[in-house]
């Protein structure tokens, strides 16, 4: 990772060769623009969404941080919105969730149709009473010990509940490092290895935006198909944006 400061100069001659098809922009060079980005997204503080629309956010404890990460796995967050308080409702902590009837909570979760991961959620529960007092942990190495959670849910967690400087990264993320700095995404999901050693430049601890406004402006601004460009802070330094036609933007 490169050790000098961020030249904007230096990055739009970086963008200009790359779009020109003369070669790569450097990882060094990517470096720099992310934390400019970094920086850049956390000045602007803009809500993407508001708590009111995601109510583990209005009101965030780490087993309804907990509860609402494994939900959305594969759910958009505005099912899983509607239905977030009913749930919480009926199962308002771990020890009501780890005693659950499997076909009831079944019914409860069906309108997210996420009857596959029922048993895992019991399972997670049930695990979180038996292994951590019917406590959500704060690490992200002993939540991946969890059945069910993966590492964007395990960091996900640490990062909403507990502050940790951890940046989840799911491929909206990796998706806008990517359009941001010309780097590949050499998995449609993973990413690559240089992407995700560009992740700590966006954590907050770093000058960077708080995790949740990162992930709301790689999903509702730098989102998968037509990117809205014209509502995006960062074009100026975008290799994306340098490579398209004015046309396309919206």
Same mark, same amino acid.
């Given at each position: &990772?490169?050790?000098?400061?961020?030249?904007?100069?230096?990055?739009?001659?970086?963008?200009?060769?790359? $779009?020109?098809?003369?070669?790569?922009? @450097?990882?060094?060079? *990517?470096?720099?623009?992310?934390?400019?980005?970094?920086?850049?997204?956390?000045?602007?503080?803009?809500?993407?969404?508001?708590?009111?629309?995601?109510?583990?956010?209005?009101?965030? $404890?780490?087993?309804?941080?907990?509860?609402?990460?494994?939900?959305?796995?594969?759910?958009?967050?505005?099912?899983?919105?509607?239905?977030?308080?009913?749930?919480?409702?009926?199962?308002?902590?771990?020890?009501?969730?780890?005693?659950?009837?499997?076909?009831?909570?079944?019914?409860?979760?069906?309108?997210?149709?996420?009857?596959?991961?029922?048993?895992?959620?019991?399972?997670?529960?049930?695990?979180? &009473?038996?292994?951590?007092?019917?406590?959500?942990? +704060?690490?992200?190495?002993?939540?991946?010990?969890?059945?069910?959670?993966?590492?964007?849910?395990?960091?996900?967690?640490?990062?909403?509940?507990?502050?940790?400087?951890?940046?989840?990264?799911?491929?909206?993320?990796?998706?806008?490092? @990517?359009?941001?700095?010309?780097?590949? &995404?050499?998995?449609?999901?993973?990413?690559?290895?240089?992407?995700?050693?560009?992740?700590?430049?966006? @954590?907050?601890?770093?000058?960077?935006?708080?995790?949740?406004?990162?992930?709301?402006?790689?999903?509702?601004?730098?989102?998968?198909?037509?990117?809205?460009? @014209? +509502?995006?802070?960062? $074009?100026?330094?975008?290799?994306?944006? *340098?490579?398209?036609?004015?046309?396309?933007?919206?």
């Amino acid at each position: &990772m490169g050790n000098r400061g961020f030249c904007a100069a230096d990055r739009g001659r970086a963008v200009e060769y790359l $779009t020109n098809g003369e070669g790569a922009v @450097s990882y060094d060079q *990517a470096s720099d623009a992310v934390t400019w980005a970094a920086r850049k997204l956390r000045e602007q503080k803009v809500p993407y969404y508001v708590a009111a629309e995601l109510p583990w956010r209005r009101l965030r $404890t780490p087993y309804r941080v907990f509860l609402a990460e494994f939900l959305l796995v594969r759910t958009r967050s505005d099912v899983v919105a509607r239905l977030f308080e009913d749930i919480v409702a009926r199962y308002p902590d771990l020890a009501s969730l780890a005693s659950a009837v499997e076909s009831e909570l079944t019914d409860a979760l069906k309108p997210l149709g996420l009857k596959k991961r029922v048993p895992l959620l019991l399972r997670a529960a049930r695990y979180l &009473m038996e292994q951590h007092g019917g406590q959500i942990p +704060e690490k992200v190495e002993d939540l991946l010990e969890v059945p069910g959670l993966g590492l964007y849910t395990s960091v996900a967690i640490a990062a909403f509940a507990y502050d940790s400087a951890e940046v989840p990264a799911d491929v909206n993320i990796l998706r806008f490092l @990517s359009r941001l700095t010309g780097l590949p &995404m050499e998995h449609p999901t993973k990413g690559s290895k240089d992407l995700r050693a560009l992740l700590p430049l966006l @954590s907050r601890d770093t000058g960077g935006p708080e995790p949740e406004n990162l992930l709301d402006f790689s999903r509702t601004v730098c989102c998968p198909r037509r990117p809205k460009c @014209s +509502e995006c802070p960062l $074009t100026s330094e975008c290799v994306h944006f *340098a490579s398209i036609s004015r046309e396309e933007v919206n």
